[in-house]
């Protein structure tokens, strides 16, 4: 795998945003307790009126587009984003009848304004929130590749983003054995899933089970999901 920040930026000026790749979705009741975190909804626990619906999507890139981040988002399905901008794509774009039907399989995307900014604490800069908007769905893996280069794209080398997000450094680079390569794959995936559970492991065990093909490899007890929860 080849770092070059000349290569990273020429990436993420062409793809416009867009994306192809393998898409993981899950489902979970959660509850936002006054003063608290996010929460796993617990019947006879919480109060069903504060009960919400999370939709988590993880997109991994193909290959081809020279991306090894994940493109990862949390969203909430009484919320506007998912109302007006995710499930409608979904529905009427991609003539999909539930969410679970696009779980593991090849996707274009395009990150689009959910109409939320705030100033970044860092920078002092107004960052601007972004939801995925599903333009394809995808039998498999080689007419997702087709459609990345009918679409006049052509493949990129690989190269590894610059991470500001310091809570969140952990070493996670694949060492590929190609006899333990789908392994590697789903240890791609554990620093999303566990930034996206908030660190909370009742909602990340939940998360996991809902993911086969991670869950093969990995539980709440993995040292690789340890040591992200400590960072």
């Known amino acids: 795998m080849t770092m070059d920040a000349f290569d990273s930026a020429v990436n993420a000026a062409e793809n416009r945003g867009i994306y192809y790749g393998q898409v993981q979705v899950t489902a979970n009741f959660v ?7 996010k929460q796993s909804y617990i019947e006879n ?42 499930w409608p794509s979904l529905r009427d774009d991609c003539k999909v009848a539930n969410p679970r039907e696009i779980d593991n399989k090849f996707v274009k995307i395009q990150m689009v304004p959910n109409g939320r900014s705030w100033d970044d604490k860092k920078t002092g800069e107004k960052r601007e929130g972004t939801a995925m908007r599903f333009l394809a769905v995808y039998a498999n893996a080689a007419a997702c590749k087709q459609a990345f280069a009918s679409d006049g794209n052509s493949a990129r080398m690989s190269t590894v983003a610059d991470s500001t997000d310091n809570a969140m450094a952990v070493d996670m680079t694949p060492q590929i054995d190609p006899n333990d ?28 089970s809902g993911m ?11 040292p690789e999901i340890k040591a992200l929860m400590a960072a």
């Open 31 to 37: 509850v936002f307790p006054k003063g608290g975190s």
């Open 45 to 86: 626990q919480h109060d069903p009126k504060d009960r919400r619906t999370e939709v988590s999507l993880v997109l991994s890139p193909i290959d081809e587009m020279g991306i090894t981040n994940l493109i990862t988002r949390s969203v909430i399905a009484e919320s506007t984003e998912w109302a007006k901008i995710v």
């Open 181 to 208: 390569a789908e392994r590697e794959t789903a240890k791609m995936f554990l620093p999303a899933l566990v930034k996206s559970s908030g660190g909370n492991p009742a909602m990340l065990k939940t998360m996991l």
């Open 212 to 222: 086969p093909l991670i869950a093969k490899f990995y539980n709440i007890d993995s």
